[in-house]
């Protein structure tokens, strides 16, 4: 699987952004897809994540409420829809796949995904 994120780039606080992934490549559809984020100094996080139907999603408690995963299977991109952006929003952006899933919810942690993206930046003024 080889994912290319886009969409990233330079908005003022409390604006919106739209994050895209494409996806290539076989089982597109039975993965889990995430989007983390790291900003400078600090450690790859979980933003958000959507199992292969949809029907269960995860957000991180610092987006929770502002931001929205979704994914096409048929076009086999997954997006990430960012409103009421925040300075502490200053990242760069990946997705990411995870082959197998936990039984209930879907896969958080950096170590159950198998593929990522390049990353894309998003800068968020203040």
């Known amino acids: 699987v080889q994912l290319q994120a886009s969409g990233g780039g330079l908005v003022q606080a409390g604006g919106s952004l739209s994050l895209s992934c494409a996806a290539s490549?076989?089982?597109?559809?039975?993965?889990?897809m995430g989007w983390f984020r790291q900003a400078p100094g600090k450690e790859r996080e979980i933003v958000a994540s959507?199992?292969?139907?949809?029907?269960?999603?995860y957000y991180a408690d610092s987006v929770r409420g502002r931001f929205t995963i979704s994914r096409d299977n048929a076009k086999a991109t997954v997006n990430l829809q960012m409103n009421s952006l925040k300075p502490e929003d200053t990242a760069v952006y990946y997705c990411?796949?995870?082959?197998?899933?936990?039984?209930?919810?879907?896969?958080?942690?950096?170590?159950?995904?198998?593929?990522w993206g390049q990353g894309t930046q998003v800068t968020v003024s203040s």
């Open positions: 959507i199992n292969w139907s949809s029907d269960s999603t």
């Open positions: 990411a796949a995870a082959t197998r899933s936990p039984r209930i919810g879907v896969p958080i942690r950096n170590s159950e995904y198998d593929y």
């Open positions: 490549g076989r089982s597109f559809s039975t993965n889990a």
